[in-house]
């Protein structure tokens, strides 16, 4: 256990990331008090589990995503309803906020988890369109538009990118992950039995039983989840529902959600 929240910090914690930039973790928090209202992102240690006392951004609406790009010098993050919006390095920190987006034409209108490709641009999940949308470019006037195709997903949450750049789509209401082609947009099942499927990662090379997998948390099972070969293998058990996932050096680190008098937590597991 690396962390636990308090009554001000991970209270309703959506997604992680990791920044190569400081090897922090960033966590979307929809708290809802304090200085994280009605939504932020929290900096934290992942030596010491310590929080930053101030976000790094407050949210208009719903923060539930959070990404960055390859080299960690942009993060993004989905803030809900109709926005994307980027955080720059500058050396130190995360600052000068910018949309991504027009929010004036509603697409994302429901954005949940993001993944940033080098070619395609960003890639969210749209929980109220039910397909993956696509902005090509991060600027004010940009709009978004549909990628996948007569995809009809149910309750889109996760998103992730594979090893040669394919993309995956959590369905909670499907308990199932899709899969996208990154041609065509032709969407199609790639597995199903993930109870509750939320945040995703793919786990490229390593030395643990789950490498060149794709890493899920299902939510309803309690159980972080690999998809290499037949049936699945459980990477990880916990008391509560995990929402989310990120992958550094060996290291998996887990986000869960509060239940049961638990408020959200961050766990970390060695070995991959």
């Not at 090509?136 to 996760?158: I, Q, Y």
């Not at 499907?174 to 499927?197: K, L």
Request: glycine share 12%.
């Amino acid at each position: 256990l690396l962390v636990t929240g308090s009554a001000t910090q991970l209270v309703s914690p959506r997604a992680l990331v990791i920044s190569a930039k400081d090897n922090h973790l960033y966590v979307a928090d929809a708290a809802g008090t304090g200085a994280c209202n009605p939504s932020c992102i929290w900096r934290v240690d992942v030596t010491t589990g310590a929080i930053d006392p101030t976000p790094i951004v407050v949210g208009q609406g719903t923060i539930e995503g959070v990404a960055v790009d390859a080299t960690s010098d942009n993060l993004f993050f989905s803030d809900r309803a109709n926005r994307i919006g980027r955080l720059t390095w500058n050396g130190t920190a995360y600052t000068s906020q910018a949309a991504c987006v027009d929010p004036q034409q509603q697409s994302p209108q429901d954005p949940m988890h993001l993944a940033i490709d080098g070619a395609l641009g960003i890639l969210v999940a749209d929980d109220n369109a039910n397909d993956v949308i696509r902005v090509a470019t991060c600027t004010a006037a940009s709009p978004g538009t549909t990628f996948s195709v007569g995809a009809n997903l149910e309750k889109p949450r996760g998103i992730a990118l594979g090893a040669a750049g394919e993309l995956y789509v959590s369905e909670g209401d499907r308990d199932r992950v899709s899969r996208v082609d990154r041609s065509t947009g032709a969407t199609s099942v790639f597995q199903t039995g993930i109870a509750g499927a939320y945040g995703m990662e793919w786990l490229a090379g390593g030395t643990s039983a789950y490498a060149d997998s794709l890493l899920v948390a299902s939510t309803d099972g309690r159980t972080i989840e690999s998809t290499r070969g037949l049936g699945r293998t459980a990477v990880a058990f916990l008391r509560t529902g995990p929402v989310d996932l990120a992958l550094d050096a060996g290291s998996l680190y887990i986000l869960t959600a509060p239940a049961n008098g638990i408020r959200g937590r961050i766990y970390k597991v060695t070995g991959f």
